[in-house]
Nanobody, 129 residues
Framework: QVQLVESGGGSVQAGGSLRLSCAASGDTYTKYDNRCMGWFRQAPGKSREGVAF???????TYADSVKGRFTISQDRAKNTLSLQMNSLKPEDSAMYYCTARLAAYKIRCTMPPISPPYWGQGTQVTVSA
C-alpha cells in the first residue's frame, strides 16, 4: 500500500509564504523506483488542478499559474516531498493534495499531469487579500 501524509498548510496573507510537506510510506511505495510525485489542488466549486510534479531524475514541471512562485523538491532518501510556496495570492487558496504515480518502468512526469492513483488526505491553504 501507499500512504501519503501532508502537513504545513495554514492561513497566510497575500504575498506570504508557506511550505507543504508530504511523507510517503508503504510497501508498494518502496517497491517501485520510478515515481512521479506531485501536488494537486482543488478550491470549492473549481476543478482539480495539477500544480507541480517531480520525476525520479529530479526534473520538475509546474502549472503556469505557479511558475516562478512555487518550488517542488523531494528527498528520496527520506521519502519526503515538499512544496515551497512564495508570493501567495488569494487564488492559491485550496485544498492541496500530495500524489504519487509508481511504476517499474520510466514514466512521464510532465504537464498535463496523468491522474495519479495515490492521494493524501489533503492540507488546506488559505490566502487572504
Amino acid at each position: 500500500q501507499v500512504q501519503l501524509v501532508e502537513s504545513g498548510g495554514g492561513s497566510v496573507q497575500a504575498g506570504g509564504s508557506l511550505r507543504l510537506s508530504c511523507a510517503a510510506s508503504g510497501d508498494t511505495y518502496t517497491k517501485y523506483d520510478n515515481r512521479c510525485m506531485g501536488w494537486f489542488r482543488q478550491a470549492p466549486g473549481k476543478s482539480r488542478e495539477g500544480v507541480a510534479f517531480v520525476a525520479d531524475d529530479g526534473s520538475t514541471t509546474y502549472a503556469d499559474s505557479v511558475k516562478g512562485r512555487f518550488t517542488i523538491s523531494q528527498d528520496r532518501a527520506k521519502n519526503t516531498l515538499s512544496l515551497q510556496m512564495n508570493s501567495l495570492k488569494p487564488e492559491d487558496s485550496a485544498m492541496y493534495y500530495c500524489t504519487a504515480r509508481l511504476a517499474a518502468y520510466k514514466i512521464r512526469c510532465t504537464m498535463p499531469p496523468i491522474s495519479p492513483p495515490y492521494w493524501g488526505q489533503g492540507t488546506q491553504v488559505t490566502v487572504s487579500a
